[in-house]
C-alpha cells in the first residue's frame, strides 16, 4: 500500500507566530504499510441471527494475510483451527470467546523533504526510500531520532526498530486493530534547522469486495440533488459517496474508491435511482430508498423489511454514530447500538448481526416524558448523542404550546432511560432540522436547516443562532443567498460550514460566532469536504464517476484571514496531562490531573471540569493561583476518585446506583379496606395502580419506622439530599398510618400544624393547596400565648430528625404518598414527588368465629359419617344367619341322645 505526504514542518529558529509559515523549512515522514490488516465474520444457517443455541451451526470466515489460527472457547470444537473458513459449534450454553489470532503487520518509516522528494514519494507510490531521503534518515538516526507510532483513542504507543544501512525505521502494529487512529512523532531533534513534523495517520483497513455483476444498477441520488458523504466513526478511511451518478465506497480515504450496485431483479431502474440516505456499518452499507431500508453486504444485497423487525415502509431516516463508541464501557451484559433508524412515529436501534429492536413509539413518549396525550407527537431527527450511550431524538409537538414546538428527547442505552432534555425551539409548520452532537460530557449540539444553524451547548445553557463575526449577518446572507450544503465537525472541535456555491464559513465548538474563508473554488465546480484527521480537511472534486482528492488547509487559511483582525486568543499557555480518552479506576483507585492556563492580568480565565454521573465520579479540587509583572498562571490539580461502601451488600454489582429499583409486579389493582379511609365507608376502595405514574413499590418491613431519604435532582442529574422540612400524605385517603414522635418529644415550644388543623382553616381545599412552604410555620418558635397540646403525633418529617412513619401491626398494605418540601427557606419551586411502598413481615391472627364455624362444619361431617357407617353395619349383620360357635349342655346331650338312637336302629 501506498504512503503519503505528511505537510511542510514549522521548522528554522523563527517560527514563531502563523505569519510566518510560509517561509519556514521543513521535512516530512513517509510511511509504507507492509501487508494488510483483515476482517472476520460469522454466519448461521438462519439469516437474520434470531437462533444463537447449542445446536447452531456458525460458519467463521477471515479475509486477509496475516490469519493464523482461531481461538475459540475450550468448550467449543472447530473443524480446523488453522483454516481461514472454519464450522463451529459450541454444545455448552453460556457466554463463550471466539476470535481469529493474527499476525501483526509492519510499518516502514523514512524521512523525506519535500522540496526535494522524488515523485513517487509525492504521489504515495514509493515503497523503500531513494538515496536523498536515505541519507536524511541517517543524519537523523545518528542525532538520536526515533518515531513513535501512538493511537488516539487508547493512547497505546509502539516503539521502532532502525535500520540505518537501508535508511528507515520498522514500526510493528496490530492487524486487528479498531483504534486505527494514530499519531507519529517523535524527539524534537534539529537537522540544518529543521524538525520533522509530528505526522497524523491512519491505518488502513482491507477493501471489502462489494462484487458487481454486468447487470446491476447503479445506485443513485435522485437528480439534482447535492452530493453527500459518509464515513465511519471509528475507521475514517472507509466511506460513502452518494451522488446522482452513483454511489462509491473506499477504504483508503478515496486514493481508491470503487463504485457499489444492486441487483436488477431486486431493484429497478426508478429505486435505484431513488437513494436518500446512507449509512455504513461493521458488516455492510445501509440503503434508505422510497422509504424502505436495504442493506448491502460483501455477498449479497436484500431488504431490511418485518422478517428483521423493521417497517416494510414508511421510514424517514437511518442514522450510524458520528464519534467512535469502541472505548466506552458498557455494562456487563450490554451493548451498543450501531444504526438508528426512525419513522414519524417509532425508532428503532439497530445491532451487528443485523437485529434490529423497536425501543419505543411516540405514544409511549408522550407517556414517559409526560407530555400532553392528546398533542400530536412526531419523531423529525435522530442522533447519537455527545455521550455514546445516549441516543438522542429532535420532536416536533403539536398541541404542547400555543404553536409547534422542538423538543429533544434523550435514550441511555446502558440504563435503559428515557429523559426529556431541558430543550425547546420554536419551529417552523412544516419540516425538521438536522443535528449533530460534539463528543463531550456535557451534550453539546448542532443543528441546521438550509438558511440557519442553531449551536446548544453544555446541556443547552448557551445557545442561539450562528452569526458571522464582523458582519452581524446569516449565512445565506453572507454567502449571497446561498443555502448550507455541508456541516463538518472533526475531533478538535473545528467546524465548517459549506455553502451549495462552495463558500465556507468556519467557527469552533462553543464559539457563538463564524469566520468567513477566502474562496477556495469556483460555484460551478462539484466538490464535498471530506474529514482529514490532521486537522485539515479533504476536498472531493466530483466529475460524473470520478473523484479527485485534494488537500484543503484549513488552519492556514483560518489563520491568514484572521490574521488583520484586533482580536487575541485570551491565554497565552494552556496545558494538562490528560492524556487517555478513558481512564478505569478499580475499587480504592484514583486518578489525578493538572491543568495550567497563562493569560494577560484583569481576563479571568479558568479551567472547567464537566462530569458525567457525578453520583459515581468524585472528585476533590485544589487550585493555585499565582501574579506576575501582568501576567496570571492558574494551576488546578484535580482528583477523581468512587467511594461507595459495598461491604453490607450481598452483591455489590448490584448496589450502583440505577433508576430502575425492582421488577414490576402483575398486579395492576389492590383494596384498601373501607375502614382505614379518612372517610370510612362499609365498602372496599379498589385503586387502580398506575406502574407508569407511582413507579416500584417500596417493601418496607412493618416493625421498622420509615424515615425516607429525599434527594434533589435537577433533570437526571443528581443536586443534594434534602434536608429540610417535609410532610407526606397518602393519595388515596389512607388513614392507617401513623407517626412515632409526639410534638413534645421532638422539643416543639408550641402546637406544630397537622393535617387535621390544616383541613379545618381549608375546608373547601385540596389536600395539594392546604398546606406547603406558602403557609408553613415552625413549631420550634416561641409565640406568646397558650402552647397547646403538645401530647399530638407531630406530623412533620425531616432527613436528621427521629420522627418517622410507623405501620399497622395487625396486616401489610399498599400506600401511595405524595411527599412535599414545606420550608419555605429551601427553594422558590413547588418541590413534590411521589413514591409507593408495601409492607410485609406481617403473620395475621386468624378470625376465631370463622375457625370455630369450619370446625364445627368439620366435626358434623365426620360425626354424620359415623352414624351413616353403624346403622349400615347394623342392617348387614341383622341379614346374616347366626350360628353360635359354642354349643350349650342341653344341645350336648340332644346330640348324644340322637347319636345313640341311630345305633339302636342298626
Known sequence: MGGGLLGPLLGGPMARAPELLWGARGLALLWW????????????NVENYALLTTRTTIYLEYEGPSFVEWDISTLCTVTNKSSP???????????????????????????????????????????????????????FWNLGQEPVVQTYFRNTKYFATAFPELGFWKINVPAMLDDIITNIHGKAIAFQ????????????????PFPNNVSDNSLCSPAGSEPYIEWSACFPTTALLLSEFGTFHTNDG?????????????????????????????????????????????????????????????ITGIQSRLWC?????????????????????????????????????????????????????????????????????????????????????????????????????????????????????????????????????????????VIVSGLNQTLSEVSRGSTIHQLVIDYFGNTVIKMKNNMMIFFKVEMK?????????????????????????????????????????LKTEMFSYIHGFQDICPYVVFKHSMDLNVYYLDMGDEVTFWAQIVYMENLGLSTDVEIYRPELLMQTTYVDYEIAR???????????????????????????PSDITCIKHNFTTY???????????????????????????????????????????????????????????EVHGRSDYSYNSSMKQVGCLREAQTWISMLEEHENSTLDEIWGPQNYRSCFESELGPLGDLNQLYQILNHSGYNSVIWPTEYSGIYVFRVKIVDPNFSFCDLNTIFAVRTYGIVESPNIGKVAGFSILILSIFGGILVISYFRYVKIYRALIYVDPLPSHDQQDQTRKTAHELKKDQ
Open 33 to 44: 504499510l507492509c501487508g494488510c490488516c483483515g476482517i472476520w465474520r460469522y454466519k448461521t
Open 85 to 139: 473458513t472454519a464450522t463451529l459449534n459450541c454444545p455448552v450454553p453460556g457466554i463463550h470467546k471466539i476470535r481469529p489470532i493474527v499476525g501483526n503487520e509492519e510499518l516502514i518509516l523514512w524521512i523525506y523533504d519535500p522540496e526535494n522528494a522524488e515523485p513517487s514519494e509525492l504521489n504515495h507510490s514509493a515503497t523503500s526510500p531513494p538515496p536523498n531521503s536515505k541519507t536524511l534518515s541517517k543524519q
Open 193 to 208: 534547522d529543521c524538525f520533522v513534523l509530528d505526522s497524523p495517520f491512519i491505518i488502513s483497513r482491507p477493501e471489502e
Open 254 to 314: 478515496f486514493i481508491t474508491y470503487k463504485e457499489i450496485k444492486a441487483p436488477s431483479h431486486i431493484l429497478d431502474f426508478d429505486l435505484s435511482h431513488n437513494v436518500t440516505d446512507i449509512v455504513l456499518t461493521d458488516d455492510g452499507i445501509l440503503f434508505l430508498i422510497m422509504g424502505t431500508v436495504y442493506k448491502r453486504e460483501s455477498n449479497r444485497f436484500f431488504k431490511l423489511g418485518p422478517e428483521y423487525n423493521l417497517p416494510e415502509t414508511g
Open 325 to 465: 463508541s469502541s472505548e466506552y464501557p458498557v455494562q456487563s451484559g450490554r451493548k451498543l447500538s450501531t444504526v438508528a433508524i426512525w419513522t414519524p412515529s417509532e425508532q428503532y436501534l439497530g445491532y451487528d448481526g443485523n437485529v434490529f429492536i423497536k425501543i419505543t413509539d411516540t405514544t409511549k413518549l408522550k407517556r414517559v416524558l409526560d407530555l400532553p396525550m392528546a398533542a400530536s407527537l412526531s419523531i423529525g431527527t435522530v442522533c447519537y448523542d455527545s455521550r455514546p450511550s445516549e441516543v438522542s431524538l429532535l420532536m416536533a409537538c403539536v398541541g404542547c404550546s400555543s404553536s409547534r414546538v422542538f423538543y429533544l428527547s434523550a435514550y441511555n442505552e446502558d440504563r435503559d432511560l428515557w429523559v426529556l432534555r431541558d430543550f425547546s425551539l420554536n419551529a417552523p409548520p412544516q419540516g425538521f432540522m438536522q443535528m449533530e452532537f460534539v463528543y463531550s460530557a456535557s451534550p453539546s449540539m448542532l443543528m441546521w436547516n438550509k438558511e440557519k444553524i442553531y449551536y446548544s451547548y453544555k446541556n443547552n445553557t448557551i445557545n442561539g443562532f
Open 513 to 553: 460566532d463564524a469566520v468567513e474563508l477566502p474562496e477556495w473554488e469556483k460555484k460551478s465546480i462539484n466538490i464535498v469536504l471530506y474529514l482529514n484527521p490532521s486537522g485539515n480537511l479533504y476536498m472531493l472534486f466530483i466529475n460524473g464517476s470520478s473523484i479527485h482528492r485534494e488537500d484543503y488547509p
Open 630 to 656: 501582568g501576567i496570571c498562571t492558574k494551576n488546578q490539580t484535580i482528583k477523581f476518585y468512587h467511594k461507595m461502601d459495598y461491604s453490607l451488600e450481598p452483591n455489590y454489582t448490584e448496589a450502583l
Open 671 to 729: 383494596k384498601i379496606p373501607g375502614e382505614y379511609l379518612w372517610d370510612p365507608t362499609t365498602e372496599d376502595l379498589v385503586v387502580n395502580y398506575d406502574w407508569d405514574k407511582y413507579g416500584c413499590l417500596m417493601d418496607l418491613h412493618y416493625a421498622i419506622p420509615f424515615n425516607p431519604d429525599i434527594a434533589l435532582y435537577d433533570g437526571s442529574t443528581f443536586v443534594k439530599t434534602v434536608e429540610a422540612n417535609f410532610i407526606l400524605w
